[in-house]
């Protein structure tokens, strides 16, 4: 079993900037293969950034040159640091290992 926390949403104004934290417990002896997914009202649920199973960084297209995804082994956390937020960035983001989901946290991106 692998348990996943987010952490760090919220309200931002556009051009804002905002961290995310998700902290891996449990069975899990590599941060690679960890990712970031988002889904927006009435929308599917998307890719967004991740690690594969080489460690090599991944991004969709939308927020390549934004966001961030980096890792601190020694804390078993993954992190996703967004910049330069615009609304349509609002969404629930969801940590994921296989078939492992967190809870998701929200970030809304409003004036």
């Known amino acids: 079993q692998v348990q996943l926390v987010e952490s760090g949403g919220g309200l931002v104004q556009p051009g804002g900037s905002l961290r995310l934290s998700c902290a891996a417990s449990?069975?899990?002896?590599?941060?690679?293969?960890m990712g970031w997914y988002r889904q927006a009202p009435g929308k599917q649920r998307e890719f967004v950034a991740g690690?594969?199973?080489?460690?090599?960084?991944n991004y969709a297209d939308a927020v390549k040159g934004r966001f961030t995804i980096s890792r601190d082994n020694a804390k078993n956390t993954v992190y996703l640091q967004m910049n330069s937020l615009t609304p349509e960035d609002t969404a629930v983001y969801y940590c994921?290992?296989?078939?492992?989901w967190g809870q998701g946290t929200q970030v809304t991106v409003s004036s």
């Open positions: 994921n290992f296989i078939q492992y």
């Open positions: 690690f594969s199973y080489f460690g090599a960084t």
């Open positions: 449990g069975s899990i002896r590599s941060l690679n293969g």
